[in-house]
């Protein structure tokens, strides 16, 4: 029978502390520290944030517990994971598709989150030269339009995050997270400290935790379930894919918690590591994707020693961002080596060549393809943004729970859980089975028929 066909070991993370600093790296990215406050600042800030944080409670930290349970169960990476999962409970090996559209969302997501992530890259330089003589909006202007530039931050964006795939879990990614994670977190800390001190803090703090429900639409909601999901790398297998490699005795629940807890922290610190400093330049909050490297930069070029503070916020991006990348890749390799289709680094070279092909559309989307729409009114990258992050992972995500709320055996589960306070147990349980699923379906529906008027209606 074809499950029984031996799949090769990718081995397992040392240690409980690196499942953590992995799966935080995973979590902890972009979506933190670029696109939390952009959102925020465009959606009216504390609204969003709170429906933010409900989110990330009801529907993303019960998924990622699913999820771990699913890649811990197996070992193996998110196809043969459903796969091996669904045959042990009786069910249909056609849940391995939830894998499958995981390993494509997550090449979609990782094609053009390397596009940003390399021009965060190439930020790091333009802080430190960057003099103010032209302004931030030319300079991010000049930055964009010139393909070969992006083409070439791109380029090594993706190189740096094969390399570390190609070296395998320990030895590649388990051991660069125990870099990375630490110096991500002084680096936050530092630039949360500067920012309290030099910036206004007190308005940065009533923006970001003083709600104004006025303007919440159906749309803030499915933007904050689309960002709590992105932000936990939930829906597309890279939670699964590192659980995988859990050791068996670590705690999933606490773990997960951990997790999100961390996650939301640092998307809160980036807001307050950003927000003082552009209330204090007296900049805009809500001006969208381009809050970090226009407003910052702006910032950073009227504020002292800004050449030497923007390069570390802007290495502090990229940071984030490479501990989320190799997360994304992951999966993929895992699954083409596993099946002895490639080797680990035949695998990971094969999927960022596709990938970075990928990714050129979305790297010119910015410049000579700017006209080109291929869903409805989006360019390149925002068509691959929003099949990823509103179709894509809310999906998944939804999937997922209702597999391990519907389908899943439960002793399976039981083992994986081990011995937890049976209230949290049935909570989860009941969050996973109804909850999540309702919700993302709710979500959806609003998307496809107007419900604003709900909004409307209660907002007078
Ligand atoms: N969570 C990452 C971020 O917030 O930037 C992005 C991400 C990584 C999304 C891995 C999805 C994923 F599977």
Known sequence: MEIQKQLKSHGAWVGKWTFILAATGSAVGLGNIWGFPYKAGTNGGGAFVLIYLGCIVIIGLPIMISEIIIGRRS?????????????????????????WSGIFAGALILSFYSVIAGICLNYIFIAVSSSGAISASEEFGNVISSPINLLFWHTLFMVLTTLIVAAGV???IGRMVKILMPMLGFLMIFMVIYSIINGDFNRAMSFLFAPDFSNVTSDTVLQAMGQAFFSLSLGMGSIMAYGAYMPKN????????????LDTLVAILAGLAIFPIIFAFNLEPGSGPGLVFVSMLSAFNQMQFGQLIGPIFFILLSVAALSSSISLLEPGVAYLSEEGILSRGQAAIAISFFVWVLGIGSALSFNVWSDFHLISEKNFLDSMDFLANQILLPLGGMLIAIFVGWFMKESLIKDEIGAINPVIYYLWRFFVRFIAPACVAYIFLSQIFDLNWIFDFYSG
Do not use: H, Y
């Open 170 to 172: 320990k030895d590649g």
């Open 75 to 99: 070992g193996n990476s998110p196809i043969n994971a459903m796969r091996k999962v669904a045959i042990d409970s009786g069910q249909t090996q056609a849940w391995q598709l939830v894998g």
């Open 250 to 261: 670590q705690d999933i629940t606490s773990t997960s918690f951990t997790v999100a807890s």
